[in-house]
């Protein structure tokens, strides 16, 4: 038969309550940017590593490489947003060698310079607030084992998460 531990006596109380105050004073306040419209997330602060990196490195292939996101959920993410905003938000390149590429249309310059403002105007107020580049890069990629369990079932599609994560970015109700 095991033994209940006793309880905490009063310097172990405050001991606790002392740790508890301090966690609270180092706690980091985290925001999150969106956009929606008729109540749908359609861009958030995922878009602006995306649209940045377009319009830096003039590749949606490089940019997905340098933010950690998968092609795929990078390109349905600008398909959403194209959805929502019913335009084009980007336009490929034609041509050969470093001609050829991504640009963004000047709805994707808007949209980025939106984005950009309002994250601006929440970190000027909290200090940053917004996510780091390896929580964007977590949003646009699954866990490799739910990818190694997928390979060989082509018709089988699943949703991967982080556990307590909006997917993709999306805010939660």
Do not use: C
Request: charged fraction near 25%.
């Amino acid at each position: 038969m095991a033994t209940r531990p006793s309880p905490p006596n009063a310097t172990q109380r405050a001991a606790r309550l002392q740790n508890a105050h301090e966690n609270i004073i180092a706690a980091q306040v985290k925001t999150k940017v969106w956009l929606e419209l008729g109540g749908e997330f359609f861009a958030g602060d995922g878009g602006i590593h995306l649209l940045g990196g377009i319009l830096q490195h003039g590749s949606l292939a490089r940019t997905v490489r340098e933010i950690g996101w998968s092609y795929r959920h990078a390109w349905g993410y600008l398909r959403r947003a194209e959805r929502a905003l019913g335009t084009p938000i980007v336009r490929n390149r034609p041509g050969r060698g470093s001609a050829r590429g991504m640009e963004l249309t000047e709805t994707g310059h808007l949209l980025l310079e939106r984005l950009r403002a309002l994250r601006d105007r929440i970190d000027e107020a909290l200090g940053p607030s917004g996510p780091t580049p390896d929580e964007v890069a977590a949003r646009g990629r699954a866990p490799r084992s739910a990818v190694r369990s997928a390979r060989g079932r082509r018709a089988a599609r699943s949703r991967v998460r982080r556990a307590g994560s909006p997917p993709s970015d999306r805010p939660t109700r």
